[in-house]
């Protein structure tokens, strides 16, 4: 598989803002695209390479064990720390 050809070209950061989700999308695809403002380059669109989703679902599954009830009130020494004035 080719590499694609990298194109830059210069967008105002008025029309990155208004076309934002075509420039991803043309990024993604290959191209570095330069964010301009007042005709002087500021950043700088590439594609993301190497990307690894991270795992969210299950992250830390049984790493985590709650003693005793939920639901049982907190002892009272730490329900005056919550309370106590500033």
């Given at each position: 598989m080719s590499k694609p050809k990298v194109v830059r070209e210069?967008?105002?950061l008025?029309?990155?803002k208004t076309h934002l989700s075509a420039l991803?999308?043309?990024a993604a695809a290959g191209e570095e695209i330069v964010i301009t403002k007042s005709g002087r380059?500021?950043?700088l669109l590439v594609p993301f390479t190497d990307a690894k989703p991270e795992r969210t679902f299950g992250h830390g599954?049984?790493?985590?064990?709650?003693?005793g009830d939920i639901n049982d009130p907190l002892p009272d020494d730490l329900l005056d720390e919550f309370?106590?004035?500033l």
């Open positions: 210069s967008v105002s008025y029309d990155a991803v999308e043309r380059p500021r950043a599954k049984g790493q985590w064990h709650i003693v309370y106590k004035p």
